[in-house]
């Protein structure tokens, strides 16, 4: 942490500061110049809040240098994380994993008609929410636990891995025999007691951005699942909310390879809630492999007009096919490929 002095701060003030760095373990070293005392805190404090210095008596400002999160900073595994699944599949390598299906498992017919389009299309993982989050209590809520058994039994017959979201801890257990890939969605980003269970399982998780959520936020939720034990975390941007209503969400292309500089971990891309618009999630999911995103996940329905849930941003099957196509092309500019 760097502390620096106001100009006219006196002995005392700058006495105090210093006693309450040594307080809370940090050793420093103080640079007097003509004007403005600088007090450089070296050190690692368990906890401490560089906004307590900021408003101390005689501070101009306080910078905090090394980052809150320990687990999920790239320095605590510079090479990256690679997460292992089911039939070779691995997150965080040289290939981008693709993830598809409906928002929604609704019926056994439609979950393994879009079990068998997303096989067609190449990708590897079948995603489909049984418990749904939805904005409206009145809106459908998903099929529990009879989705989640649908869900499995469609993606085992198509060689697939299962993602699906899980709301809260009382579904944790029942969902482990049916989950490969553990969806913690948008609105629990920030739900702490989640995520320390779900750091206290082994199965991996792909971990949305909230809404608002700022990188440094995102980075801190990761850490609760990490500090449980759980290193096998993906990190997903799925768009944040501004003022622009033209799309639903607004895809923040930017975070992606920022977060690839600030963690180890895979960073996962969802432009059918970045940006809410069939015809805009091919092109985001373009940018979003260019920028460095190590798996996509996407929406597409069987018959998206009759969706249950988000049918205006899911593709046509068809659509699915031909977008995996352009990232076979796309994806050995930026040294990846694409199965
Ligand atoms: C979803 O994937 O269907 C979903 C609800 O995602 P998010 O949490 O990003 O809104
Ligand atoms: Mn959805």
Request: glycine share 8%.
């Amino acid at each position: 942490m760097i502390v620096a002095m106001q100009d006219q701060a006196t002995e005392k003030q700058i006495q105090d500061v210093i006693e309450r760095m040594v307080e809370l373990g940090f050793n420093v070293h103080r640079t007097t110049g003509t004007n403005q005392t600088i007090l450089a805190g070296v050190g690692k404090p368990a906890h401490f809040d560089v906004v307590e210095f900021k408003v101390l008596v005689g501070v101009h400002d306080a910078y905090r240098i090394s980052s809150p999160y320990k687990l999920a900073g790239r320095s605590f595994r510079p090479e990256g994380t690679k997460i292992k699944f089911r039939n070779g599949v691995v997150i965080g390598d040289t290939e981008v994993a693709i993830m598809s299906g409906p928002c929604s498992v609704e019926s056994r017919e439609q979950i393994f008609e879009s079990a068998k389009q997303v096989a067609a299309s190449g990708a590897k993982f079948l995603r489909g929410g049984a418990y749904k989050p939805r904005s409206s209590p009145y809106s459908f809520q998903g099929m529990g636990v009879e989705g989640l058994k649908l869900m499995r039994e469609a993606a085992d017959e198509n060689g697939l891995l299962v993602v699906t979201e899980v709301m809260e801890i009382a579904q944790i257990e029942g969902m482990l025999p049916y989950v490969d890939l553990f969806q913690l969605g948008a609105r629990n980003m920030q739900n702490f007691n989640l995520l320390r269970e779900i750091g206290n399982t082994r199965t991996p998780v792909l971990m949305k951005r909230g809404i608002a959520a700022t990188i440094e936020e995102v980075l801190l939720s990761a850490e609760y699942i990490l500090a449980g034990g759980n290193y096998d975390v993906m990190i997903c941007e799925r768009g944040i909310r501004t003022y622009e209503t033209y799309t639903r969400n607004t895809m923040d292309i930017s975070a992606i390879p920022v977060l690839k500089k600030l963690t180890h971990l895979p960073i996962v891309a969802d432009p059918s809630h970045g940006v809410g618009i069939r015809e805009f999630v091919p092109p985001m999911a373009l940018a979003a492999v260019a920028a460095g995103a190590d798996a996509l996940i996407m929406e597409m329905h069987p018959n998206p007009d009759k969706a249950m849930s988000d049918g205006a941003q899911s593709l046509y099957p068809e659509q699915l096919i031909k977008l995996v196509e352009q990232l076979r092309k796309l994806a050995p500019v930026v040294g990846r490929t694409v199965a």
